[in-house]
């Protein structure tokens, strides 16, 4: 698959390759029935691309296949790039976490917080304390994109390090661009160009909570500098060290208040995701009950997804990173994820 390839014979990592086989005639189905238009998966283990595979069409309409080099928009998996981006100047001083975001935005001084009411007659009191720092990267600010409708409220240096050259905040060769898709009243695929265009031109401005455009290859690369391995410490990856292992380490873990996971402090948005046994770290979700959410997974597993059905996780007990890519929005138009996550598994042998 040109520049991105497997590196290591599965077996000799612990993955049973006739069992790797099963994700992908899986997932083929929902491209042989129309669900999907393509996909790209791939498995890594102990810091190894020991998986890689596509599947259908990066463009139906033109009959362009998925390739290595496919460029996807990877919408909220942006989250976590700009969340170790941020933690880098964490590391050099540039704020304390409890800083006031006032501090930075004059116009977050005095907030005020939803009380009760309705969109065109809200109740708000003062808030309690200051919007911080901490409270972005832990999404407890309570600000939304506003799109999701259920509440009155909703009426730079990481890159370059890790090599991610094909990365950026919109397409640069909209030939490689992957066509966004949405689901259509008989279920199979049907173009979304009005919300696809966006990505093949600069935008107004840059949004750090889903504006990037990736590839598989340069994604692989930021999931390996967040695994943490005994020769090679979270932060780092090929000698480049974004974030020291202990800051690295501390946003691995469950942040929220009281120690709860998502589905008690949020609400459950994305039924394809379980919410029950996962907290949230600083900018990634962190399982903290691996029973609880019916899935199989790891303790201290981070994971995240894009509003197109891209995903990725990362189990550091395992030393374990799975990334899956694909351009159909919304994510919880089917149960990918946990299907995904099913079949990584059942392919381990140790």
């Known amino acids: 698959m040109g520049g991105l390839q497997a590196e290591v014979d599965p077996a000799e990592v612990g993955l049973d390759p006739h069992r790797l086989q099963r994700i992908d005639r899986h997932f083929a189905r929902y491209v042989d029935d129309g669900r999907l238009p ?33 460029l996807w928009r990877i919408y909220s998996m942006t989250k976590p790039v700009t969340s170790v981006a941020t933690m880098m100047l964490y590391e050099e001083g540039a704020f304390e976490l409890t800083d006031p975001v006032s501090t930075f935005i004059p116009s977050f001084a005095d907030v005020r917080v939803y009380a009760g ?3 065109l007659r809200q109740v708000t009191v003062p808030a309690t304390e200051p919007v911080r720092i901490w409270h972005l990267l832990t999404h407890t ?19 370059g390090p890790l090599g991610m050259t094909d990365t950026a905040f ?39 909570g889903a504006g990037l455009v990736a590839t598989a290859a340069d994604y692989h690369r930021f999931t390996q500098m967040l695994l943490d391995r005994a020769d090679s410490p ?12 202990r800051t ?14 998502l589905e008690t402090f949020g609400r459950p948005l994305y039924p394809e995701f379980p919410f029950r ?40 007990d395992a030393e374990l990173t799975v990334s899956f890519f694909t351009q159909l929005l919304p994510s919880s138009a089917h149960r990918l994820r946990p299907q995904l996550r099913q079949l990584v598994y059942q392919a381990l042998t140790d």
């Open 234 to 245: 979270a932060g780092e990856l090929d000698g480049a060290r974004l974030l020291g292992p």
């Open 117 to 119: 009411g309705s969109d």
């Open 170 to 208: 919109y397409a640069g060769d909209t030939a490689r661009l992957a066509a966004l898709y949405t689901p259509g009243k008989d279920g199979k695929a049907a173009r979304l160009d009005a919300l696809g265009d966006a990505a093949r031109k600069p935008p107004a401005m840059l949004l750090g």
């Open 248 to 261: 690295a380490r501390y946003m691995m873990r469950n942040h929220l208040p009281g120690g709860v996971d």
């Open 277 to 316: 046994g996962i907290g949230f770290g600083l900018g990634l979700a962190v399982v903290i009950d691996p029973a609880a959410g019916r899935v199989s997974c790891s303790d201290g597993e981070l994971a995240w997804g894009g509003a197109a059905s891209t995903s990725f996780w990362v189990d550091q």
């Open 141 to 159: 600010s309570g600000l939304t994109y506003g799109f999701h409708r259920v509440h009155p409220v909703d009426a730079t240096r990481v890159l």
């Open 38 to 70: 393509g996909w790209l998966i791939t498995v890594s283990r102990h810091g190894r691309l020991a998986h890689v595979s596509c599947y259908g069409s990066r463009d139906l309409e033109a009959s362009l296949p998925v390739e290595p080099d496919t």
